[in-house]
């Protein structure tokens, strides 16, 4: 068969969509789960997969007879926390059942993520319970889905023998699970997440933050399932995989203290902007109250097992393995893409135009890969978007610069997409946003002369990029590994 590239027969842009599609269908969190789960009579055996965290040569992360155990408890959090659940459930309930042990369990999705979908019919005699809270700001459900997935865990330390806890951690799991520490509110909370997330921290200076101001994050989960042994199957959604980063890490020890979490208070002039309560209860932390380490408490992580099931770089390989079957040359750039939205996609643009003009770093038909999370610094009163939605933004003003320098046939062979693996870009029902050099043409001319660089101003690419019919709407996909971006010269 003719490949695409070789036939001319698919546009830039559909090649675009079909890399993403392969991405996102690489990180399908069931299909990750089942693959790092092994069942042999009564033995499970937990494998790190391709793109894990395992050291060289290192199959197998752990080992347990569940016929030695009081039966599975499973508990977690995210937004692929559902799919991953059931993949947990199709691996051992047939071991359970023949053994005759229990499998009970508290799991916590998006709102949206579950109720009205198709997973409710497969949770509906389960017992497993499935509920919904709010994302990216944690909500009253989050406090209650942390309540009662704390309240398994302390049932399943006090039982003989104890259960085996298996934790599902995906992305959201931060705010999808919370139960705000000492004296601290809900409100307080939910202040402090909003003032982190619109200064533009990165994810590690929110997570040095919120872990402080968490009853259950930075291995504080770990205290209410001790002594059991807990293994938890992550869905990495945060740059570089660090376990301790992934839903804040809430059974990996923590490799901030309360003075990081203070650094970055004063770092982004956070301290005026904070509640009160918030800001004098990280000023009162000391190493005596803070999160548990491997060197405090010993057993406590002896007990846990962290286990990276699926990542960017794996949904990054199969985006380009796709290309190559449709005759494009590919690069991957990086899985740990950082920075301004709207910085970084000028990169893109050039990278676009040097693959026209000099066949550089490659020659066409090319692909470029990347993948990572960006973030967007918040002005006073910013529009509709997300970060993935502004890069596309930024990235066709970029291109609309240098149309005029440009053949308009060489001009649309170019796309670049970029877009959220979970299908939800910030606040809003887009993946991202899929551009080209027409792109802000398209969107001047429903919009008025202007409306591109107003809206990345504004910072508000969404009503710009439906405009210029620019969107990329996927719906929720169930998985969470970061963002992709493809750059695509037919």
Same mark, same amino acid.
């Given at each position: 068969?003719?490949? $695409? ?40 055996? $937990?494998?790190?997969?391709?793109? *894990?965290?395992?050291?060289? *040569? ?63 019919? $497969? ?65 307080? $909370? ?49 740059? *570089?995989?660090?376990?301790?980063? =992934? ?83 590919? =690069? ?22 040097? =693959? ?135």
């Amino acid at each position: 068969m003719a490949s $695409v590239a070789a036939s001319g027969s698919c546009r830039a842009q559909d090649v675009a969509r079909r890399v993403f599609e392969a991405a996102v269908a690489a990180a399908d969190p069931r299909q990750c789960v089942a693959d790092a789960l092994t069942v042999a009579g009564s033995v499970l055996s $937990v494998a790190r997969p391709l793109g *894990g965290s395992a050291k060289e *040569g290192e199959a197998t992360a752990v080992s347990v007879d569940l016929a030695e155990t009081g039966g599975v408890v499973l508990v977690g959090a995210g937004k692929a926390a559902v799919p991953m659940a059931a993949a947990v459930v199709e691996a051992l309930g047939p071991a359970l059942d023949h053994l005759g042990l229990p499998l009970s369990g508290h799991v916590v999705t998006k709102t949206g993520h579950f109720v009205g979908t198709s997973w409710e019919a $497969v949770f509906a005699d389960s017992p497993v319970a499935v509920v919904e809270a709010s994302h990216p700001i944690p909500d009253a459900g989050s406090v209650a889905a942390a309540d009662a997935i704390v309240a398994a865990l302390k049932a399943a330390a006090s039982a003989s023998p104890p259960p085996l806890v298996i934790n599902v951690l995906s992305g959201g799991a931060s705010s999808l699970m919370e139960s705000p520490a000492g004296p601290l509110s809900l409100d307080d $909370v939910q202040a402090t997440y909003e003032a982190l997330i619109g200064c533009g921290a990165s994810i590690d200076d929110i997570n040095a933050v919120r872990k402080h101001l968490s009853a259950v994050k930075g291995g504080r989960l770990l205290e209410a399932a001790a002594p059991a042994a807990i293994v938890t199957l992550a869905l990495s959604d945060v740059v *570089g995989d660090a376990l301790d980063v =992934i839903g804040s890490g809430p059974t990996e020890e923590d490799t901030t203290s309360f003075d990081d979490a203070r650094a970055v208070i004063a770092r982004y002039n956070l301290a005026n902007t904070l509640p009160p309560p918030v800001v004098a209860y990280l000023a009162a932390g000391s190493p005596a109250n803070d999160t548990p380490s491997r060197a405090s408490h010993p057993c406590l992580f002896a007990a846990a097992t962290n286990v990276v099931v699926g990542s960017n770089a794996l949904a990054l390989a199969a985006a380009e393995r796709t290309a190559r079957e449709l005759g494009f040359g590919v =690069i991957v750039l990086s899985s740990r893409v950082e920075g301004e939205a709207a910085g970084v996609a000028p990169v893109y643009a050039a990278l676009a135009r040097s =693959i026209v003009d000099s066949a550089a770093p490659i020659p066409a038909p090319a692909v470029v890969l990347a993948g990572g999370e960006t973030t967007v610094t918040l002005g006073a009163a910013p529009g509709k978007g997300g970060r993935n939605q502004e890069l596309a933004l930024a990235a066709a003003v970029a291109l609309d610069a240098q149309r005029p320098k440009l053949d308009p046939a060489a001009a649309a062979r170019i796309a670049i997409l970029a877009a959220g693996t979970d299908g939800t870009d910030g606040p809003t029902d887009a993946a991202g946003g899929l551009v080209s050099y027409a792109t802000v043409a398209a969107g001047d001319a429903v919009l008025g002369q202007g409306a591109a660089l107003a809206a990345l101003r504004t910072h508000d690419a969404y009503p710009f990029l439906t405009a210029a019919d620019a969107l990329v709407v996927s719906g929720p996909t169930g998985t969470n590994v970061m963002d992709i971006t493809a750059v695509v010269v037919a």
